[in-house]
């Protein structure tokens, strides 16, 4: 069901918890700043690893070898690629022990499975996906979204699950002696394979979809600074996410989410940092596409 802006002002004037004056400078806490530190790692040892392991798929390419001389020769690029993975594997080991200690210590083991707080895909979501698309064809209305929206928990599991065959068979190539003790020799053959196969995938998807709904969506343009600011803004809440400030309204919760605005420090170093991810991500996807055709 979607809210029209002026009810939400309304619903907030009479829960008492914001006033329509001055309320498109307030703004709320949307990510921790150990998320954001780890959503800062993960993007730099990506785009390290991307960076360092696509010179060896396209080696004959005269690009791919000029990138490689850059990072040291292909022995560098090697070195580049092993330093950015162990700290990946790291940043999604840390990532995953804290959601679960948190929801077992805060007793919210339900909350993080289900509900709006949950990454887990939900019967929501599908409605959500088809009123989306209906609206995409002018054959409905916009629809609101709550805490995460289906785009963004299909871009989380893409990563989940990418870590285990990425990083599982990275980890053969990286410590093929170790493994050679456990499994059969033609499993290196495929752990290479899929290796190179789920990168490409990866480095598609993330340079593609996730650039493009962090900078290219309208409302978005030229760049979404919230994984780097933290805050959400009042006019962001009611514009996308309707869903979300009711249910913050309607439980009492809004107010303690409420912070400072943005710092300029915190804005420029997402624009630069985000900047210079966008830019090596589509040269990159320029790249691949150049070197298939
Ligand atoms: C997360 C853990 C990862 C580990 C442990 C890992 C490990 C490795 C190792 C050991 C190699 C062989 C490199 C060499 O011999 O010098 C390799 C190759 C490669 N890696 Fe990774 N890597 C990981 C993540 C990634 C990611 C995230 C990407 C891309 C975004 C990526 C892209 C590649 C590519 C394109 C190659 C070349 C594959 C081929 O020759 O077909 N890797 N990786």
Redesign the pocket.
């Known amino acids: 069901m979607s809210i029209a802006p002026g009810n939400v002002v309304a619903a907030a004037a009479v829960g008492g918890q914001v006033g329509a004056a001055g309320a498109a400078h307030r703004y709320y806490r949307r990510f921790t700043p150990i998320e954001r530190v780890m959503h800062a790692f993960l993007m730099l040892t990506?785009v390290g690893?991307?960076l360092s392991?696509?010179p060896?798929?396209y080696a004959e390419q005269a690009w791919a070898q000029s990138l490689a001389r850059l990072l040291g020769g292909?022995e560098g690029?090697?070195l580049i690629?092993?330093i950015c993975?162990?700290v990946?594997?790291v940043v999604f080991v840390s990532h995953v022990v804290l959601v679960f200690s948190k929801a077992i210590r805060g007793g919210r083991v339900m909350a993080m499975l289900w509900g709006p707080d949950s990454m887990v895909p939900q019967p929501q979501d599908i409605v959500d996906i088809w009123r989306n698309f209906k609206w995409f064809v002018g054959r409905g209305p916009r629809p609101q979204f709550d805490r995460w929206t289906y785009w963004e928990k299909f871009d989380y599991w893409a990563v989940f699950w990418g870590?285990f065959i990425?990083?599982g068979s990275?980890?053969l190539?990286?410590f093929p002696v170790f493994f050679s003790r456990l499994l059969p020799g033609w499993m290196f053959n495929v752990a290479?394979l899929v290796?190179?196969e789920e990168?490409?995938l990866?480095?598609g998807f993330i340079f593609t979809f996730h650039f493009f709904n962090g900078h290219l969506r309208p409302e978005k343009f030229p760049m979404d600074t919230v994984i780097f600011t933290g805050r959400i803004s009042e006019h962001e809440l009611k514009e996308e996410r309707q869903i979300e400030l009711q249910r913050l309204i309607r439980d009492g919760k809004l107010a303690a989410k409420e912070t400072t605005a943005p710092t300029e420090e915190s804005k420029w170093f997402g624009w630069i940092v985000g900047g210079t991810a966008l830019v090596l991500g589509v040269i990159t996807v320029v790249l691949i596409v150049y070197s298939i055709f």
């Open positions: 990506f690893c991307a392991g696509l060896l798929i292909f690029a090697g690629h092993r993975a162990f990946m594997i870590m990425i990083g990275g980890l190539l990286w290479s290796h190179g990168a490409l990866a480095v």
